[in-house]
């Protein structure tokens, strides 16, 4: 059966964002290393953008690495980083060909240059494209985003750039790395845990939420197609009654 089919395509969400989680687990059923699981995933992260490409969704983000990741053992973290230079590398030529504009949402501090120059190689080479906005949150944290937001604000005041009163909603929205972003439509998180970890939180407060117990290295096309549908499903009311809308 093919779901694709089964899209309303002139409601697609704009903007869908994936908490990528299980590749750890994935890898752990199979008597592997972790790592097993975080390469397998790089397949789930070509196989959701190809979809996303299908449908005609604009913006896709993608949470590959939290500053609390940090914590995890210097083998895994150094291999994560490893993958992502390799992923980031060798498939800047398909975002090329597919319209897709690369950008990075997080902190810079803490990054080595290597990841640096090859986020800001693609981002630049990448720059005009608009069939899709490719979104990688990388040593990304919402407290410190929000926290960062604050800080660029008050120097704007502070250089007479700002007046207090003028701030509301959408001028603190362009002091967040989000800026010119859309709010998540749909918010996706893989491997069964209900949590947002430090995800998105000014930007996740209408987006309808998604849990799957499936773990990111098995999540696929037919996966995000169905997670499509069911958000198809629901009705976004924003306060408001169903006869309203
Ligand atoms: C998600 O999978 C990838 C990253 C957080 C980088 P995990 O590595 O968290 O996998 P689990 O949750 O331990 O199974
Ligand atoms: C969230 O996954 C971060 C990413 C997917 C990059 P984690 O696996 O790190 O989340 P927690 O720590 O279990 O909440
Ligand atoms: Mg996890």
């Given amino acids: 059966m093919d779901l694709k089919r089964e899209i309303d395509i ?3 969400p704009t903007h ?3 908490i990528m989680d299980g590749n750890g687990r994935w890898a752990k059923q199979r008597g592997k290393d972790r790592i097993y699981g975080h390469k397998e995933g790089a397949n789930s992260v070509k196989a959701v953008i190809k979809a996303a490409l299908e ?3 604009k913006y896709l983000t993608l949470y590959a690495f939290s500053i609390e990741n940090w914590q995890r053992p210097k083998q895994e973290v150094d291999a994560l980083f490893n993958l992502l230079i390799q992923a980031i590398e060798q498939e800047s030529s398909f975002l090329v060909e597919n319209n897709i504009r690369f950008m990075h949402i997080g902190i810079k501090q803490g990054l080595s240059m290597d990841i640096l120059d090859a986020l800001k190689r693609v981002e630049q080479m990448t720059n005009k494209n608009d069939k899709l906005n490719l979104i990688i949150a990388l040593n990304y944290g919402s407290r410190i985003e929000i926290i960062e937001a604050v800080k660029k604000i008050a120097l704007d005041i502070k250089n007479g750039e ?3 009163d003028d701030i509301n909603e959408n001028i603190f929205s362009e002091y967040l790395f989000t800026k010119n972003i859309p709010d ?3 918010l996706i998180r893989t491997s069964g845990e209900i949590r947002i970890s430090n995800f998105l939180l000014w930007q996740l407060s209408y987006t309808e939420l998604y849990f799957t117990p499936t773990l990111w290295p098995d999540f696929r096309e037919r996966d995000f197609y169905e997670a499509i549908i069911e958000y198809q499903r629901r009705e976004r009311r924003f306060g408001k009654i169903s006869e309203q809308l």
């Fill in 184 to 186: 998540p439509d749909l």
């Fill in 55 to 57: 449908i005609n969704i």
């Fill in 16 to 18: 869908v964002a994936i």
């Fill in 10 to 12: 002139n409601k697609v």
């Fill in 162 to 164: 700002l007046i207090l």
